[in-house]
Structures are given as C-alpha cells and as structure tokens.
DNA sequence: TATGATTCGGAGGGTCGTCTCCGTTTACCC
DNA sequence: GGGTAAACGGAGACGACCCTCCGAATCATA
C-alpha cells in the first residue's frame, strides 16, 4: 500500500507526485500543512492521499528515508577524491548544497525521531567520516582540532540557508568558502573551545525538538 | 490592552508571564501552537490569553518587537571595543549567542513579515555594521571580500544551531571559531564565489518564506 | 474591611483539518 | 472490445482549535 510499486501507472505517478509535492509544501508550509492540500496541488481527491499513505507520520517517513537514500548516492564521488582533504571540501559542499536544496528536512528528521526515536538509518556513515577527517589531518590540511561532529554540524549550519527559498541557494557559497577556509590547518588558528560532541549526541540534535505531532 | 502597564499586579504578571510562555512554546511546538496550550502552561485560562493579545498575530508581533529591543541592548558593548575587528568578534559571538537562545525567531521573524512586509525596525543597524566591516578591513584585521551581510548570514547560521534545545547550546562556539578563524584576514585566503547580497536582500531573505498564517 | 472596577476561568459555538466510505472511473489483461 | 480488480473522488462524520461571553474572583483604594 505505501509501496511505490503497483501494476497500475495511474497509482505509481500518483505516488510518486504526491511525494514531490509534499516536500515543496512541508517547505513551504511547514510539516503540519493540510493534506488536502497537499491532495489539491497534486490533483487528485483527498480520498487518494489516504490510500498511499496512512497518516501524516507514514508520508513524513517515506520523505525520511528517501533522503536517506539519496545521501548514500553522495558517497562515492565525496569519498573517491584525490586527496582527503578533497573530500572533506567535498563533504561539506555536497551535503551543504543537498541539505540547503532540502528545506523539508529538518522538521521531517524531527518528526521521524519522535514517532520512533530507535530509527537510525545512515549510522553507518559514522567510521566512514571519522576516517576521512583523520585521513585529512594527517595530510596536514585539516586543522587538528577538529571532529566529524564538527563537519556534520557545519553542514547543518550551512543548510540551514536553504530554507529561506530557493531564490537565495547561489548565496551560501560564500558562506561556505569562510568555513572551509576556517577549517584549514594554519599557523595561528585559534584553538577550539568545548569539548566536542560525540557522534550518538549529533543525532540526537539533529533529529532533537521538534514541534509535537497532535497525540492520536 | 495589549499593553503590560496595567494597574493591576496579577494582570501585569499574567502578561509577561505568556510572553515567556509562549516563547518557549513557540520554540518547542512551532509558531502555530495552540494557544489554549499556552494558556495551560501558564496557569490561566484561554480568556485571559485573548484579553492580553487579540490573537496570534498580535501575540507574535509583541514577542518580535521585544526581540528587536534586546538587539539595541547589544549594541554598546558590541560597538565599544578597542579594536574594529574585536567588534567583529564581538558582533558574530554576541548576536549568534543571542539567536542561539532565541529559537522562536525565525518563525516569529518570518510570521511579522508575512502580516506586514513593510515593518523594519533595526534597518537602522545596516550603516553602522557597514561601517564596522570597512574599519576592520582598514586594520588589515578582516578579509577583504566580506560584507556586513555575510556577517549578517554568518550569524544566521551559527544562530541556527540553538533550535536544536538549550542543552546544546554550550557547543556551537566550536562553530563559531571555526567562521571567526575564515574571517581572518591571511595570505592565501579562497577568494569568495558569486556576488553578495544587498542588506535589502538579507532582510528579505531572513523574513522569508514561512509557514503561512491560516487565512483569516 | 468595604466598594467598585478590573481581570480571570472555562464552557461552548463556529471553523478548519483529518480520515473514512462507497459509488464511479480507470487501467490492465485477455 | 469486455471483464475484473484496483484506484479514484469528494461528501461528510469526527475531532481539535480559536475565540467569545459572562458569572466569579481578585485587586486597588479609601
């Protein structure tokens, strides 16, 4: 039922047009937007909403793990540059550049983390980056204080300019050229204060606080 | 009415007391809360809520407007350091510690906008920040390359990180480090990609795009 | 403490959004 | 084409929330 494979091609563009329309409306909107609404912009009855997805939650969640997908189609290129610094500028450009092209995505990861907070896809990625960010610094090019909570966070930060619309994504590049230029080992960089976080608490943050789904 | 001066002591508390109040909700549940929650929260009933503010527009409007008042408080200190590029610092760590603790701004920022465009108190900042950055960069202190908007941005983002909850506040100056060391005037600093934005730009931009307020 | 004005509390009418139900339509397969 | 299973549409029941209204409670003042 909310599979997105169904012998009839009606039912399948359905699906998958209800799923693109509802992440420009959660964008737009915010997460707890009218789905007839989001029934009107896709044109079909709200009845056909209903068939696809179960709830609000089940539709919040095939978004989640839709994106969970496309960030495993980011990895290769990130992690196949020449040298590890390299990817680490990709890392943060890409994932940058995905997140701030995905403005639904904060309050989806929210909502998904309070319906079931046990649901970790993409845990994986933890040794993946702890090795890139050891690899660049000892290369030398990444300043040594630095962890991949650190870089996870940067990126948050700079997707975050994304949801201000699509009209200002060419202008955060400028942001992201003063973070990676703040990310390089120098003479002189100015230590890091704080202990950092570990992994498992950048989770918990980026998935942390959301606004309340109305208890069922 | 929607003033806090009332000869009344319990009216006065009840009044500051749902301006705090709805802060926090606000933060925690999204700018469309239901104000009978507020009311709960509290300690008094859903017809005082409305004999403070006449809805939730006049309820927002009030909490952007104090808001806007804590910034004017900011500026002394900011503005009184011995050197133009410490006001720099001063500026990103100060308003992006303001902006952490202030996780109802956005959507409050957002929500004024969309009810009267035209309302811009703090435009008044724009030539003195713009003043601040070209004496930093006179100093040699400041790159050369960014603009009071981008400082503007800069703080925007690290700022983001306090929707993430209070107990995660303590760790964004790792962040914050990593911007002000990128802001540091050096040899072979990466020079910044696309043009940047006029301040009308970054108003617009910081008020943009929010959820809609339901059509009244 | 008594008085009068102000504020408070919370039940309830009206509105908007969610989700169901079922008669109608569409797509697939022969 | 004809037949069948699947999907569609939208009216409407239900519930949540907004905001009002007015009797009860509280505060300032003397």
Same mark, same amino acid.
């Given at each position: 039922?909310?599979?997105s @494979?169904?012998?009839?091609?009606?039912?399948?563009? !359905?699906?998958?047009?209800? =799923?693109?329309?509802?992440?420009?409306?959660?964008?737009?909107?915010?997460i707890?937007?009218?789905l007839?609404?989001? *029934?009107?912009?896709? /044109? #079909?009855?709200? /009845?056909?909403?209903y068939?696809?997805? *179960? !709830?609000r939650?089940?539709l #919040?969640r095939?978004?989640?793990d839709?994106? %969970?997908?496309?960030?495993?189609?980011? *990895?290769?290129?990130?992690?196949?540059?020449q040298?590890?610094?390299?990817s680490?500028?990709?890392? %943060?450009e890409?994932?940058?550049?995905?997140?701030?092209?995905?403005?639904?995505?904060?309050?989806?990861?929210?909502?998904?983390?309070?319906?079931?907070?046990?649901y970790?896809?993409?845990?994986?990625?933890?040794e993946?980056? !702890? /090795?890139?960010?050891?690899?660049?610094q000892?290369e /030398?090019?990444?300043r040594d204080?630095? @962890?991949? #909570?650190d870089l996870?966070?940067? #990126?948050?930060?700079?997707?975050?300019l994304?949801?201000?619309?699509?009209?200002?994504?060419?202008?955060?590049?400028?942001?992201?050229?003063?973070? =990676?230029?703040?990310?390089?080992?120098?003479?002189?960089? @100015?230590?890091?204060?704080?202990?950092?976080q570990?992994?498992?608490?950048f989770?918990?943050?980026?998935?942390?606080?959301?606004?309340?789904?109305?208890?069922?």
């Amino acid at each position: 039922m909310s599979s997105s @494979t169904s012998s009839r091609r009606d039912a399948r563009r !359905n699906h998958a047009r209800l =799923l693109d329309e509802a992440r420009q409306l959660f964008a737009e909107r915010g997460i707890d937007a009218p789905l007839d609404e989001l *029934a009107a912009r896709a /044109g #079909v009855g709200a /009845g056909t909403v209903y068939r696809h997805f *179960a !709830n609000r939650d089940a539709l #919040v969640r095939e978004i989640y793990d839709a994106a %969970v997908a496309e960030l495993h189609d980011l *990895a290769p290129e990130i992690l196949g540059a020449q040298t590890a610094w390299r990817s680490v500028e990709l890392y %943060v450009e890409r994932l940058g550049a995905w997140v701030a092209e995905s403005p639904f995505l904060p309050a989806v990861m929210r909502r998904v983390a309070e319906l079931d907070p046990s649901y970790r896809p993409g845990a994986e990625f933890e040794e993946v980056v !702890n /090795g890139l960010v050891a690899r660049a610094q000892s290369e /030398g090019a990444l300043r040594d204080d630095v @962890t991949a #909570v650190d870089l996870g966070i940067l #990126v948050d930060m700079l997707g975050s300019l994304g949801q201000y619309g699509r009209e200002y994504l060419p202008f955060w590049r400028r942001q992201l050229t003063i973070v =990676l230029d703040g990310l390089r080992a120098r003479p002189g960089t @100015t230590p890091m204060p704080a202990p950092a976080q570990a992994f498992a608490a950048f989770h918990d943050m980026s998935h942390a606080k959301g606004p309340k789904p109305a208890p069922r």
